[in-house]
């Protein structure tokens, strides 16, 4: 894998588990957005972008959270626990957008990102930072999901 460009946008408040949103570019020719870095139990660590997951109310169809307890759209009270597991028995609430489809893929993700990231830390402790402009996404809006989801 040619990882020809890494981008990281900072997180203001360091003291969060989410410390950053990177980007990638695989051989100037294809970019991956929207991956997070977070400092977990064991070290930071790069999480691949995800999306939500959301099943259909059994009575009028509407589009819920697999987590929302009642429908958005009729108010009918779902049925808790809906949804896949995953392989620690936990509910799946969000299903990965790009992965790495090896774990050889994955170290090397992980550690450019994570290098990266440290990298852009550095540089931004130096006077006349200028952070990454990332063009058009509500990141406040990432970190709120990140929080909520720990
Ligand atoms: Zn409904």
Redesign the pocket.
């Given at each position: 894998m040619n990882i020809t460009e890494i981008r990281v946008k900072l997180i203001d408040d360091q003291r969060d588990k989410l410390r950053g949103f990177a980007s990638l570019t695989v051989d100037r020719c294809l970019v991956i957005r929207d991956l997070k870095v977070i400092d977990g139990a064991k070290g930071l660590f790069v999480a691949m972008p995800s999306r939500k997951l959301h099943d259909r109310?059994p009575?009028?169809?509407?589009k819920n959270h697999i987590r929302a307890r009642f429908?958005?759209?009729?108010?009918?009270r779902l049925r808790e626990g809906r949804g896949d597991m995953d392989e620690r028995g936990r509910v799946r609430l969000y299903a990965d957008i790009a992965h790495p489809i090896h774990q050889e893929g994955r170290d090397e993700v992980q550690a450019r990102v994570v290098a990266a990231y440290r990298h852009e830390l550095e540089c931004s402790k130096q006077d006349g930072y200028v952070p990454v402009r990332f063009d058009d996404l509500d990141y406040h809006e990432f970190a709120q999901d990140a929080r909520e989801t720990g």
């Open positions: 109310c009575g009028c169809a509407g429908c958005n759209d009729c108010g009918l």
